[in-house]
């Protein structure tokens, strides 16, 4: 969805190094995730927020933070990179009268060396 | 622990063969489950079913949802080249709306 953007879409960071992932969206809703995604293993949740004062852990939350800096932006840092958290990234966002439905970005391919 | 598992894990298929994606979960509280289709990059939304027995529909494809046998069905008929995607099913869950994904069916059809 156009609505839910990204940045970057592609990144290349060394070990130890401190990464941010940045996500916006249009649609107005309040609440926002984190997921990874790595091969044979569908999207885990890392983070998400129902509102800019509520963040909470997800299943794999050790090794990242979060900050929702207002309703339509929510980022995704990694204090200290390693080689495993080498994933896609893809952040997404859902308005609870909808059932679940989620609009998802673009995704970004984070390698880590 | 919420749990949502999806079978087969791959497939391989000729066009023009029909497909069926099982996924059975395992939560409290069901609110809803949703089908998406990953191609390249982000999930796309297919399908929402949160009654059972009634069947959702578009084009090709179809699902049908079984609350009493916690499954759900996703039906691809007359495969085409451009079917070729991981298949994702979710389950929401609770009152907060817990999502749950599966770990997702990869199809490859071949012409």
């Known amino acids: 969805d156009a609505d839910v953007t990204q940045t970057p879409r592609n990144r290349i960071t060394k070990t130890g190094k401190r990464i941010m992932l940045e996500c916006s969206q249009t649609?107005?809703?309040?609440?926002m995730y984190w997921y990874r995604q790595d091969p044979g293993l569908g999207l885990r949740l890392i983070y998400y927020s129902f509102d800019v004062k509520d963040i909470n852990k997800g299943e794999i939350s050790d090794g990242y933070s979060v900050s929702r800096q207002a309703q339509a932006k929510f980022s995704l840092s990694l204090e200290s990179a390693i080689p495993n958290q080498t994933a896609l990234y893809f952040c997404a966002t859902s308005d609870p009268t909808l059932q679940g439905r989620q609009y998802f970005g673009p995704g970004t391919r984070l390698t880590v060396t | 622990e919420d749990k949502v598992v999806q079978s087969p894990l791959s497939l391989v298929v000729h066009e023009g063969d029909t497909v069926t994606l099982n996924c059975s979960y395992e939560?409290?509280?069901?609110?809803?489950l949703l089908w998406y289709k990953q191609e390249k990059k982000a999930p796309t939304f297919l399908f929402m079913l949160?009654?059972?027995?009634i069947e959702k529909k578009s084009g090709r494809l179809s699902s049908i949802l079984d609350k009493k046998e916690l499954f759900s069905i996703l039906n691809i008929t007359a495969t085409q080249t451009g079917d070729s995607a991981i298949y994702l099913c979710a389950v929401i869950s609770g009152g907060y709306q817990k999502v749950t994904f599966g770990t997702g069916t990869k199809l490859q059809v071949i012409p």
């Open positions: 939560v409290t509280n069901f609110r809803s």
């Open positions: 949160t009654s059972s027995g």
């Open positions: 649609k107005g809703h309040d609440r």
